[in-house]
């Protein structure tokens, strides 16, 4: 990963800066040797065939390729790879290294692994956690994030830790992110009885409110059967489609596009502990486990949505 040192980083560098950063120092030595002695080269001289990215979308695919070989990632958490997606996810939710990007409920920090180093030279990652006094799990969360953190300040030094009230959620000032990520957490925020939604208006509401207009909200979360009603489901993890994007649109965004990167037709979705039969939980232990590993980590819903950039009903005629 291009990584500028702390002089040579301005205030406010934009992706622009990072292109001509990475048109010299993504090409390997031999081109740069030629490079550098171009002037004195024939004209007549076959050119190298190596072409330096020339996009953002070039680059961003080159920082992630090297941010997912990194060393600093668990084995644990490289192995999840393959049902996770990560690079196409991040590309869909159209993630670059010189964006703020909120991460909603990190938890152990499977994201946070490739999204804040990603981000840490030119870019801003936010964790956005709940308060630690809210639950045992939170404060365990927090503490793993923390620790990840402070121990390897070369890719994680200018990450950043919010804490929220889950009542009256807060990420951070009006309008300030790019792009807000949640993934697998929607389903948390469905309450089990009483047939409410629990947290998740709220939740959908100060994303819309921390986002830029323009700014993108990605969801994935755990995809119910087609036809399913949220009452029937949401003690299993899984959530029906329709139900998540009227979460989202009743807070005011757009649904722009949705992804089947995230898919898997082998997940039957009737298991006797939901969703958390499959891996990596895998809550039923030795029973059946060669059979729950074989269908893998659950079916998911990829959903990308934009928070407009004007007001619904101001638009120009």
């Known amino acids: 990963m291009i990584r500028a040192t702390a002089a040579a980083k301005p205030a406010g560098i934009g992706i622009a ?35 330096p990215p020339t996009s953002a979308s070039d680059f961003t695919a080159s920082q992630l390729d090297s941010v997912l070989a990194g060393s600093w ?43 804040a180093p990603l981000l840490n030279d030119n870019g801003h990652y936010i964790a956005a956690e709940k308060a630690p006094s809210a639950d045992s799990e939170a404060r365990s969360d927090d503490s793993a994030l923390r620790r990840k953190f402070a121990a390897d300040p070369a890719h994680y030094g200018n990450a950043r830790i919010v804490e929220f009230d889950a009542a009256a959620p807060k990420f ?48 994935v979360d755990h995809r119910a059967s087609e036809g399913a009603v949220i009452d029937a489901v949401k003690g299993s993890g899984y959530l029906p489609t329709p139900y998540v994007v009227k979460l989202a649109t009743d807070a005011g965004f757009v649904l722009e596009e949705s992804s089947e990167v995230n898919a898997n037709p082998k997940d039957t979705k009737d298991y006797p502990k939901g969703v958390w039969t ?26 990308k949505f934009v928070k407009p950039t004007a007001p619904a009903g101001n638009e120009a005629h």
């Not at 010189?98 to 999204?115: K, M, N, R, S």
């Not at 948390?188 to 959908?204: E, H, R, S, Y």
């Open 73 to 115: 990632r668990s084995p644990a958490n490289r192995a999840r790879d393959a049902y996770r997606h990560p690079k196409a996810t991040l590309q869909f939710f159209g993630v670059r290294p010189d964006q703020t990007v909120i991460e909603i409920t990190p938890g152990g920090g499977w994201y946070a692994e490739i999204l």
């Open 278 to 303: 499959l891996p990596p939980t895998l809550t039923l232990g030795d029973q059946d486990k060669a059979k729950y590993q074989a269908i893998g980590e659950s079916d998911r819903m990829t959903l």
């Open 172 to 219: 951070g000032a009006p309008g300030s992110a790019d792009v807000v990520l949640t993934f697998r957490n929607v389903h948390n925020w469905i309450a089990a009885d009483k047939g409410t939604a629990g947290t998740g208006p709220a939740m959908f509401k100060a994303f819309f409110d921390v986002l830029k207009p323009g700014g993108v909200l990605g969801v």
């Open 17 to 51: 800066a990072v292109l001509l950063l990475a048109s010299a120092l993504l090409l390997p030595g031999p081109a740069r040797a030629q490079a550098a002695s171009a002037g004195s080269v024939e004209s007549d001289q076959p050119v190298d065939e190596l072409v």
